[in-house]
């Protein structure tokens, strides 16, 4: 927009959509070049398109208060019904065209992606094309389009589901829309597919940027990359975003219906308010996945309930209580669990109310202790390892702690044994005195007749 542009203040609510190389303007109906406003391109991170309607986002981390979110309706005219083509359908009505020529701007007439990943599925809003670019990424689906800033990205997880899929998550400092809700964490949900030589991605920078962006650590980044689909993503948004990528922790499902026999099962199959997921217990919190993706640290945890415990169930329930007064309550989780999970619990010193009877923490190999980060979180890995798969004690404190606890458990099993024994005996001789009792009464009954 012009500086001496004349500004329109008649109060009309519509005027005629303008987009020139820097700003979105609405100018008169009137056709006398007054500007109504005007707003540039880079304050705007999503564009979204409704039947007769389109959305603008503004970035919720700029330093002053201000407009956050702004709609227009526009006129009805031409169809995208039958249309599956995410170009076409955004091209197709004057909507689309408007919201198209706003998404092409977000980006830049000349700049070009380093990389674009398509039909990666996205919880919760179906699949998306991942571009990256040196600043933000760009998420684009079928109706939505997300511009995200790497600077709002504070850390990055990489879960295995144990069935050949990966959860790669992005936790956002600032959330995200999608519909009428708010996202604070981005799960990509990819297959464990292998991406060969002759499919590598070429990353679009120049040999000396690949240099300079290599100088600052691992993971390394190439020309061309090919490997682990998700790996591949991991590394590239490690470098591009600076944020970390926590692995799975040392918890160890029971479950053995997995894929690969060499593989473990880092997660529980349960449910949170009748959806279906998977709760992985992490070294410095859990988290809920895929959808709605919950969050929990353990330093907010106050204690676990234990629910369902009847005899003859298949299944028991949790409710994670936090120091927010909330409750978290999972249910349907296998009983072949139990022990493992509530073992998990006592070596996070995270009390737990009802179930059985308290187990031994020393049954179970594994070890608490682990290295602090800035999120507060699993420790950081690179993309590629088996992060956090294997216990790190050493050999010999290891046989020794196994050692310790044989003892005690066969030390404990003998004193229930002399109990149950000592409780016989005692049994017997109540039982025998009081025949004897029943025979003396008898006895005297008679010398009395």
């Known amino acids: 927009m012009a500086k001496d542009a004349k500004q329109f203040v008649k109060g009309f609510n519509w005027g005629i959509p303008e987009l020139d190389k820097e700003h979105f303007t609405l100018s008169s109906p009137e056709g006398d070049g007054a500007v109504t406003f005007s707003f540039p391109f880079n304050v705007i991170t999503q564009a979204n398109q409704g039947k007769n309607e ?83 990424a760009r998420l684009r689906g079928k109706s939505d389009t997300w511009k995200l800033k790497y600077t709002n990205i504070t850390c990055m997880f990489l879960l295995p589901t144990g069935d050949s899929r990966v959860f790669f998550i992005l936790s956002l400092e600032h959330p995200i829309k999608a519909g009428q809700q708010r996202h604070q964490h981005l799960v990509l949900d990819i297959k464990e597919e292998i991406v060969t030589e002759d499919d590598a991605f070429e990353i679009n920078l120049t040999e000396e940027e690949i240099t300079e962006m290599n100088k600052s650590g691992v993971p390394k980044i190439q020309k061309h990359m090919h490997g682990k689909l998700h790996e591949i993503m991991a590394k590239l ?110 070596v996070k010193s995270i009390p737990v109310e009802g179930g059985k009877d308290e187990l031994d923490a020393n049954q179970l190999d594994l070890d608490s202790s682990s290295d602090d980060d800035d999120f507060d979180d699993d420790d950081s890995v690179d993309p590629g390892e088996e992060p956090n798969s294997e216990d790190d004690m050493p050999a010999k404190k290891k046989k020794k702690k196994d050692k310790e606890g044989k003892k005690k458990k066969d030390k404990k099993e003998k004193k229930s044994k002399k109990k149950s024994h000592k409780d016989g005996s005692e049994k017997k001789k109540k039982k025998k005195s009081e025949k004897g009792e029943k025979k003396k009464e008898k006895k005297r009954k008679r010398e009395a007749e």
């Open 54 to 136: 389109m959305t603008i986002e503004f970035a919720s981390d700029l330093p002053t208060e201000g407009v956050t979110e702004i709609r227009f309706h526009v006129p009805a005219e031409g169809t995208t019904k039958g249309t599956d083509d995410i170009q076409e359908a955004e091209t197709n009505t004057v909507v689309g065209k408007l919201i198209h020529g706003v998404r092409s701007k977000l980006v830049g007439e000349d700049v070009s992606a380093i990389v674009s990943f398509s039909n990666i599925a996205l919880h919760p809003r179906g699949r998306v094309e991942i571009s990256l670019f040196k600043d933000f």
């Open 237 to 346: 948004l490690k470098r591009l975003s600076a944020a970390k990528v926590m692995g799975p922790s040392r918890f160890k499902s029971a479950d053995t219906k997995l894929d690969d026999d060499d593989k473990e099962k880092k997660a529980i199959q349960c449910s949170y308010k009748a959806v279906v997921g998977q709760l992985f217990p992490l070294e410095k919190s859990f988290f809920f996945l895929p959808k709605p993706a919950l969050y929990i640290k353990n330093d907010d945890i106050q204690k676990v309930k234990i629910a369902q415990m009847e005899n003859g169930r298949r299944n028991f329930d949790i409710s994670i209580l936090t120091s927010q007064a909330q409750a978290h309550s999972f249910t349907h989780i296998p009983m072949f669990e139990y022990d493992a999970l509530i073992n998990w619990f006592k």
